[in-house]
């Protein structure tokens, strides 16, 4: 169960963020797990596929239907991993250079997303144009393994937690 995350800085109207628990060694390839909601219910389930050039993963609801398709972009010079869903899809590119750890996220049909901070302890935010709209953070949780991802309830939420899968994944590669 989430407590008391509320991290997002400006947030003071509309409806509040959504909640959700990952864990911290996400999975191998092959290995499925659940994302929970503050409630503990599970609400999106991430199926690790063993395909042979390439890690994939499938973002699916409760009920076993796809959202989204993650794949590793293999033979580039910066690592990448591509996120398809609903006709569309976006990039994720992890920084060349740089004093802290970024990534870009690049959609087909939208504004960049900027990821930052510390991501191999799962502490960073994902924002557009400056403006927070997703936090994860160990901090809120006991259990160990565990981490929160907080998303703005405006946000394509299967899409932000697609973003979470990749960066877990280039992060420990």
């Not at 409630?39 to 890690?55: L, M, P, T």
Request: hydrophobic share 35%; charged share 30%; net charge negative.
């Amino acid at each position: 169960m989430i407590v008391a995350m509320g991290l997002f800085r400006h947030h003071t109207d509309g409806p509040p963020p959504r909640r959700y628990q990952m864990r911290e060694k996400l999975l191998a390839i092959g290995d499925d797990f659940w994302i929970e909601n503050e409630q503990g219910e599970k609400v999106y389930k991430v199926n690790g596929k063993a395909i042979r050039f390439r890690d994939t993963f499938l973002l699916e609801d409760n009920a076993g239907g796809e959202l989204a398709k993650i794949q590793e972009r293999k033979l580039s010079v910066r690592d990448k991993m591509k996120i398809e869903w609903g006709g569309t899809s976006a990039t994720v590119h992890k920084a060349m250079l740089g004093i802290r750890d970024r990534y870009t996220i690049d959609p087909d049909n939208g504004e960049k997303l900027h990821a930052h901070g510390n991501f191999v302890d799962h502490e960073y935010e994902i924002e557009r144009d400056g403006n927070t709209i997703a936090t994860i953070s160990k901090k809120w949780f006991r259990v160990r393994d565990t981490y929160g991802v907080e998303i703005g309830a405006d946000e394509n939420q299967p899409f932000i937690l697609a973003v979470t899968v990749c960066i877990d994944e280039m992060a420990r590669g």
